[in-house]
């Protein structure tokens, strides 16, 4: 399996993104935001980092580049996209995923370990997680404070597309202390959270972080066994 | 002072035909901060007077920051007295110093001061101190790879504390996060005496592979001079020359808009496109430019190659286009590099930094011969020798005089003073010290910096060292430890300063890690004052002959003089940087007790002599508000010692935990240790300590060379074994209970964790502001409510400076680098125009 990471001008955890990718056992394919080619990959992730420096609205350059017009139309066909952080908040300018990410609420950048539970297993990136299994992932955001309209988060949880919330404090304030949310097909996933920190016993708090990219491949392999998405 | 310049400033440029023609000009050189006699020595140097551009070039080159004149002739004992280190690539002098760590792979580390503009804008000069460390480490060829940064502030209570500490710890993690630099330790200290000037250094680390080192020299005539990244603007000008000799007074409000402002994003792409432009081999040479700017930058690579360089001055992207020569060549403007490069490969160069979407300008060439020539629309506005600047620039050794009042301070000691007897005593000296500003949990800081980025984070704060791994392969990796006690430097600052050094030393060999080189950041009040000469004179002295005896070396620093508010001076507070390097940071070791394998816990040993020494110690200061005595005894053999049996007990894997003694003594480092992962312990005094006041002698008496270990069962006799073998005294004082939730010292007292970690853990949010955490889930309802009230304020600026193009451009300024045998590196203060700082990841 090859799954693309794409690297903008101020992209940060593209190099961690990729590693935890080599160890869930799959090739990491690195993008350039300048290149439309998304060169074959099986998924994308879309790492950490301050694209273009985020001084406008965080994410809101990175949705008009070139590869991300490649990927939103390959994601509205069912390529699994992951957005991690930053990437979580591309998605939501790119409109792939609902909601908006915010100055956290206590207007400070806070990077702990946080504890989230896992609230969907029917997503391309959560497959392998136990429904209800709470996990531990480091958070390190500045904008990471989810907000949506009532009609929306009311939509977002009737259809069960709340995929993480955060338990045992909420670090940034997030309504319904939602950490990660997917589309209706469950192909894109944006979580606030970082797994790609939580992959090695020698870095990360935990190797809770690895599930996510095991349950792409397998997402990926039962596909290829001719599962629709 | 600029304004004077401007005000003489004629319609055409002060050129050097005109400088000939016009002799007797009186130009202001007193209040560019040049005495009479450098004045006429640079006119002796032309054979004529200078022209504008030129005396603002020589005043910067030659003042405090630039030029070490005061502290050159006690740096060169650095060197001096350094034992041979083959691993050493490139020392003091260059940008950092370079020490190789394998066969392929050599790191760059050093820490520097931004004291000044920190304490008249906290966000932008403490994210600028960032960007200026960072810079030189790139500038060697290196990643960047991390950052620490020791920070001290005045009174905790004090209200202008709680302007400038938020502001700089924002600063340094938007700026370290933006650029994804793991943030791995550094030091949070209060004292007063920081009041009016607040410490602000910043460490960076690097790793590049040994064949990609990199030379300032702007060697082979015919190579072009390119500079790379941001735009010059008006900022920071005049700041590095005119106010590094400048002390704070009521004016500082107004040089707020001169503070140099950061564009981490900028630095980011320049990182990026120089690594690029290193792996395709088309640099020649590289200078960053900081402090003194494009100055420095054009005298130093000239000087540096006995070369002569030709630049024209008017290619320079400018952000406003009105600026003057000599304006051009003292901005500070942020984020700017300068190369050499062949003309050959100028359009590769010019390629990448394309991709990369950095502006990349030819600006000049190099040239035989041994003048810079500058020109400016066609005006030769230059012409002078580069050499000059750069390493003829005026010494002094200034006269020194201990203090007056040092001996009745040494008099005065803290063992004099009344102490706490009895368990409950006992108890509450305890709750109240751990919750004490210096000695109480430092998560409020720390949580604003990004930990994780880069992936090789092994141990960060509050470990005693940070940890990182270089080789993924081979587990090869570093530790790094900074700190600095400047109560004890006040009390003796010879052996302060060595005590910094052990305690350093020290920190990283609880990591695990084997010493090999020293970083120094050297804080001092004026130089031109007698008392702070010699405080700086005997803290240099006592920094060297440290390293001597442990067999290390200093490899680069920087020396910050002038902080003082008025009359009155900072503690001397020389701060050290130790690097050590482990084979396998698999086996480095953490602070926290953990969960033992076995039913009645792991075995906890004390290593090192406990003393009577209260003197300059934290519980001095907190209970009695006192300093004086002499402070703890320093031992660096015995320091040497300890750190060879850590290393070996690490590598051998007889340590489950390890944690250096400091300030707050034993019972700091117990609750440290308990509270990190919520394991207990209890402890037995040994016979000589329970009679009166001895158990808080015990508990709190700071001497050094000490450490606490736990050690599995099973492992006692080869470990004690190893101790012996050393001649390391050590006492078996006690288990870790990993069943047990307190702390209990066996007849004194027994403290819960949870009461510990309320005391230890809420102080900073009280003074600083700011919940440790939401609500949990039950409040759900609550926070969601008020987040719909919230302003949705994505992409505010955290901080947004003022009219920058205010024409009195005064930024403090500061310091310089320890430069022990040529002047030839200098510190970063730095500049920027009005870019919002990022807000978020």
Redesign the interface.
Known sequence: MRIGVVTFPGSLDDGDAARAVRLAGAEAVRLWHADPDLHGVDAVVLPGGFSYGDYLRCGAIARFSAAMESIIDAAKGGLPVLGICNGFQILCEAHLLPGALTRNQHLHFRNRDQWLKVESTSTAWTGTFTDGQEILIPVKNGEGCYVADQRTLDELEAEGRVVARYIRGNPNGSQRDIAAITNERGNVVGIMPHPEHAVEALTGPSLDGLGLFASVLAHLAGKSAAVPA | MTQTVKETAVASPDTVDRAGSTPEELQPFAELGLLEDEYQRIRDILDRRPTQSELAMYSIMWSEHCSYKSSKVHLKQFSEKAPKNERLLAGIGENAGVIQISDELAVTFKVESHNHPSFVEPYQGAATGVGGIVRDILAMGARPIAVMDPLRFGDAEHPDTKRVLPGVV?GV??YG????LPNIGGEVVFDPCYQGNPLVNALSIGVLPVDRLQKKEATGAGNIVVLLGAKTGRDGIGGVSVLASATFDDGSEQRRPSVQVG????E??LIESCLELYDAGLVVGIQDLGGAGLTCALTETAAAATAGMRVWLERVPLREPSMDPHEILASESQERMLLIVAPEKLDEVLKIADK??VLATAIGEVTDGDRLVITWNDHTVVDVPPGSLVDDGPVYNRPMREPADLILLRADRAETLPRPVGPDALRETVLRMIASPNLCDKTWV?????????????LAQPEDAGVL?IDEQTGLGVALSVDGNGRYARLDPYNGAKLALAEAYRNVAVAGGKPISVTNCLNFGSPEDPTVMWQFAEAVRGLADGCQELGIAVSGGNVSFYNQTGAAAIHPTPVVGVLGLIDD??TRVPIGFTPSAHPEGDLVFLLGETRNELSGSEWAWVTHGHLGGEPPRVDLGREKSLAEVLAEAARVGHLTAAHDLSDGGLIQTLVESSLRRGVGVKIELPEEFTAGSMPFVYLFSESAGRVVVAVPRGHETAFTALCDEHGLPWAAIGTTEAAGDAVEITGQFSIPLDELREAHTGTLPRLFG??A?????SE?AA??A???E?P?????PVVVVGDDSAPDSEAPAEEGLPAATADSTQAEPSSEDG??A????
């Open positions: 924002a993690g938007g996060n933006c650029l994804g564009d981490p994003f900028m980011k792409l990369w979407g720390t949580e604003q910096y990004d930990r994780y980025v880069l992936g090789n984070t092994v791994r940071v698999a700011g919940a955490s939401f609500p949990g889930p759900a926070v969601a008020g987040a719909s919230a949705a304020a994505s992409g505010d870019i919002a990022p807000a978020a990841e």
